[in-house]
């Protein structure tokens, strides 16, 4: 059983990446027989999407690549970075190229969205948007969790959630991520 995350994020420094990380190892250790590959969307940069561009190219390799990447992987975790109550502009970029290929984006898979911020916000706004949509681009969504105040919740040297009730939460949500045989 395979499972692709990744965080909506192409900062190198991304809390999201750090989070979505940490999420796969715990799965790893919660649950027998599930392999994940963390990958980075800095590595499906493309131009700024307009029509115009997808005249002139087409649909580049790496929008298939990212597509192929979902297309052969058992289930996804996501972690939404949010920028002024949205996705970040690199997510959403590589999003609409992929959305060109096929608007089921997700291809049926079984999902986790999560979301974190240095704020108390979470980034449970860009979140509640995600989970709202993800019906309409193909993903199943088996569970979401947003994490507050990122700095005070995780402890970066030690790779840990520290905050037991939000670690909790995440071990609910990784158990509970059915779909998954
Ligand atoms: C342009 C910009 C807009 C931002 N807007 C929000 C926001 O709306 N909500 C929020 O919680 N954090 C916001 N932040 C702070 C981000 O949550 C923070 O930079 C976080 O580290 C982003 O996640 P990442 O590290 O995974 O990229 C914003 C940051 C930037 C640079």
Redesign the pocket.
């Given at each position: 059983m395979k499972v692709l995350a990744l965080?909506a994020?192409?900062?190198r420094?991304?809390?999201?990446?750090?989070?979505v990380t940490y999420a796969s190892e715990q799965l790893k250790e919660l649950r027998d027989n599930v392999t994940v590959e963390v990958i980075d969307i800095n590595d499906y940069e493309l131009p700024l999407f307009s029509t115009d561009r997808e005249e002139e190219l087409g649909q580049p390799q790496l929008a298939h690549d990212f597509y192929n990447k979902i297309k052969s992987a058992d289930g996804l975790i996501i972690?939404f970075?949010?920028?002024?109550?949205?996705y970040?502009a690199a997510y959403k970029n590589l999003f609409d190229w992929v959305s060109r290929i096929n608007i089921k984006v997700f291809q049926n898979k079984p999902s986790l969205f999560l979301s974190?911020?240095?704020?108390q916000?979470?980034?449970s706004?860009?979140l509640k948007s995600a989970e709202t949509s993800a019906p309409f681009f193909g993903a199943e969504i088996k569970g979401t969790l947003s994490i507050p105040s990122?700095f005070d919740n995780f402890d970066s040297d030690k790779n840990q959630l520290t905050n037991k009730n939000l670690n909790r939460k995440l071990c609910e949500v990784l158990i509970n991520f059915h779909g998954l045989h």
């Open positions: 965080a994020s192409n900062s420094k991304s809390i999201n990446k750090t989070l972690s970075a949010e920028h002024n109550g949205s970040t974190t911020s240095p704020g916000g979470g980034a706004s860009v990122f």
